[in-house]
């Protein structure tokens, strides 16, 4: 087994392990207004959504993993059918791996071999070249490919990168010169809204924050190099809530915005839509549901988050995403704090 591989598969042994101490609740600042009035037939609600001209069934989006070992293959292909199954979209691990190891590509292609029609995301690294992304987009027949950040995860791995100069510009090459959309996306960290705006200059249409909150892989690398571990800069990032609002308050509806980092519930989903995000993507969650209770948990967890999704969007009187995003909520606590620090107006709907 490779490095990278056996590097991918501690990545999952420590995900797991620190998934059942981790408390999700980063939307606990965030209420929706309860709407008594409400003449919405459940029945009748139409979660769909699109992503520039990428159109969702629903707003869930499986988000990336894994890939890239025998094991991952396995993950992928039962993960590939549940995103059939449910209508949801579904984005790859770094594919990296499988450009300088061929024999990898079989824990990608498997994605698109259980999902024909299923709307599919290659993903890889902010220093990838255009031969590179094209390479990774084909691989799997991609509708769009995420361009994934991860400076601080990079810093802390012993074998990471450390050098990240020349950055925006090749993110500005990649928007400009890959046929399909183009997803820049966090991992755990958060984007503020002066690099949101940067994003935007560069041509990028749809940007995934990847709060704080979830799968932190500070702790998972401090955990593989104990020797050397930096456990003061765990928890390092933005909270996702916050990095959603400071994001579509800079932006606007220059980008589509999909919240990602610690979203466990559909109540966690209604937040994000009701904020303001076009998509939710779920990925610790869904992993650890798979690998700990197998695909009949996975499948009874999606169902009740989309459960959920669907009840709170009634009890708040909205019959599609459009109008959720106009419903009334309330910001308290930290985030309130935070964004009036930061000079973030506001306003009451």
């Known amino acids: 087994m490779s490095k990278r591989s056996r590097r991918k598969m501690e ?49 869930i989006i499986i988000n990336a993993i894994t890939g890239g070992f025998s094991f991952a293959l396995a993950i992928n292909r039962e993960l590939a059918k549940i995103a059939r199954e449910f209508g949801l979209a579904m984005a790859v691990g770094s594919q990296r791996i499988a450009i300088k190891d061929k024999s990898a590509q079989a824990s990608f292609k498997v994605v698109r071999e259980e999902n024909p029609e299923g709307l599919i995301f290659a993903n890889i690294g ?18 769009a490919v995420q ?5 601080p995860q990079e810093i802390v791995m012993a074998e990471g990168r450390k050098c990240f100069a020349g950055t925006v510009d090749n993110i500005k090459r990649i928007a400009a010169g890959v046929k399909v959309p183009v997803i820049v996306k966090e991992v755990g960290f958060g984007i503020a809204r002066e690099e949101a705006r940067m994003l935007v200059d560069c041509g990028v249409k749809i940007i995934d924050v990847g709060g704080a909150g979830g ?32 994001v579509i308050s800079e932006i606007g509806d220059r980008a589509d915005i999909i919240a990602s980092g610690g979203l466990k519930t559909g109540l966690d989903v209604a937040k994000s839509l009701a904020l303001g995000a076009k998509a939710a993507g779920l990925a610790g969650t869904v992993l650890y ?16 988050v989309e459960r959920e999704l669907r009840y709170s969007m009634a009890m708040v009187g909205a019959n599609n995403l459009s109008e959720l995003r106009k419903r009334p909520l309330i910001i308290t606590g930290k985030t309130y704090k935070w964004l009036k620090f930061r000079g973030i107006q506001i306003k009451p709907r």
């Open 11 to 59: 990545h999952i042994k420590y995900s797991l392990l620190l998934e059942k101490k981790l408390k999700r609740n980063v939307f606990s600042d965030i209420t929706l207004l309860h709407n008594c009035l409400s003449e919405v037939n459940l029945d009748e609600i139409d979660i769909s959504t699109n992503l520039q001209n990428l159109r969702l069934e629903k707003p």
């Open 289 to 304: 549901k798979l690998l700990k209770g197998g695909p009949v948990a996975l499948r009874k967890y999606l169902r009740q």
């Open 126 to 143: 902010a220093d990838a070249s255009l031969e590179e992304v094209a390479e990774v987009v084909e691989m799997i027949n991609a509708d």
């Open 147 to 151: 361009i994934h950040l991860n400076t």
């Open 215 to 246: 799968t932190d892989f500070i702790a998972i690398e401090n955990r593989r190099n104990r020797k050397n571990a930096v456990t003061t800069l765990e928890g390092w990032g933005i909270p996702t809530p916050v990095s959603l609002i400071e």
